[in-house]
Nanobody, 124 residues
Framework: VQLQASGGGLVQAGGSLRLSCTASGRTFSSYAMGWFRQAPGKEREFVASINWSGIGTYYTDSVKGRFTISRDNAKNTVYLQMNNLKPEDTAVYYC??????????????????WGQGTLVTVSS
């Protein structure tokens, strides 16, 4: 089972990026998925999550109105569209699968499979 995250990069404040996370080795269309991030010297924190169908989404307050999580189950892929990026959004972004529990779980330990992370750097 592998989760491959991609789409990170360097962007100026106010810019946009779209992260993708594709699962292989197993179908995750029945499970909720989430995005987390970890800035240098800080703990990994929850960013957004989405239920199995894509109808239910949940965001941490700091990204509401700027980030949008979505998924394409036919492609076994979850996305994170990030708009109006700020320097404080700089971090390594990770996708993860939630096998048990509702999609608004925000704790790292609630999630089961993790991708390798993709670096997002926002310059001021």
């Amino acid at each position: 089972v592998q989760l491959q995250a991609s789409g990170g990069g360097l962007v100026q404040a106010g810019g946009s990026l779209r992260l993708s996370c594709t699962a292989s080795g197993r179908t995750f269309s029945s499970y909720a998925m989430g995005w987390f991030r970890q800035a240098p010297g800080k703990e990994r924190e929850f960013v957004a999550s989405i239920n199995w169908s894509g109808i239910g989404t949940y965001y941490t307050d700091s990204v509401k109105g700027r980030f949008t999580i979505s998924r394409d189950n036919a492609k076994n892929t979850v996305y994170l569209q990030m708009n109006n990026l700020k320097p404080e959004d700089t971090a390594v972004y990770y996708c993860a699968v939630l096998q048990v529990g509702t999609y608004y779980r925000t704790r790292v330990q609630d999630y089961d499979y993790w991708g390798q992370g993709t670096l997002v750097t926002v310059s001021s």
